[in-house]
């Protein structure tokens, strides 16, 4: 692994708690890395430095910047640490690693996903818009509430651009769409992810399923849950990948 040294250029808040970095690369220049890799910052803490793992939510064919969706966590040693940068702080970040990256260009592609684990997810889907990747893409994406929706107009924007590109918001916590303008309702349902799931994809292709790759990433207990909800339906293990923090 290679020591990035870098310059923060934005911290963006997203919502209450989730925000999104933007780091320049200074020494190396710039980064060769798999959609859906992650980097380590390591945060010192008395005499030694614990290592905090946090995927890379930019596309990579940036290569002079790249850019973290972090949940930041009152109390959180790293949370911490990086709701105390100012812009043009210096920062060292080790990396690429990880091994949950894009795999078969032959299938389309399911992604499953809750809160900032959308991130390498997004930097999959920047992949493929600008790939040869004909295949449909679809994102199911779980929070708890309306009000912790971030960069929906970019999804939106991928979506009326490329018809290979489907999107469903899953709200878990909502009892009704009310929140929502009428015309952005049909990106959101009610309920967890395999929720959505099941309306959208189940109810089309039942004798299907294997049929397509499937990228879970989330908290371990909501990624082993999906694991355990598709193999339930009948998919494949070969046919679903995943990442958990």
Known sequence: ????????????????????????????????????????????KNDSFIPRLYSIASSPFEKNSFELLVELVEGGLASTYLSRLQQNNEVVFSGPAGFFTLKNDQKPIIFLTTGTGIAPCRSMIYQLQKSDFDKKVYLFWGTRFFDEVYLF??????????????????????????KIDKENQKYFALGHVNDGFEKQIIAQNLTQLNNFDYYLCGSRQVVESLKTYLEQKGVNKENIYFERF
């Open 153 to 178: 107009d970019e999804w939106k924007n991928i979506a009326e651009k490329n018809p290979n590109f489907s999107f469903k918001i899953c709200l878990s916590r909502e009892e009704n769409l009310d």
């Open 1 to 44: 692994m290679i020591d990035f040294k870098t310059k923060l250029l934005l911290k963006k808040p997203l919502t209450k708690k989730a925000f999104l970095f933007r780091f320049l690369l200074l020494e190396p220049p710039t980064i060769e890395f798999q959609a859906g890799q992650y980097l380590i910052l390591k945060v010192k």
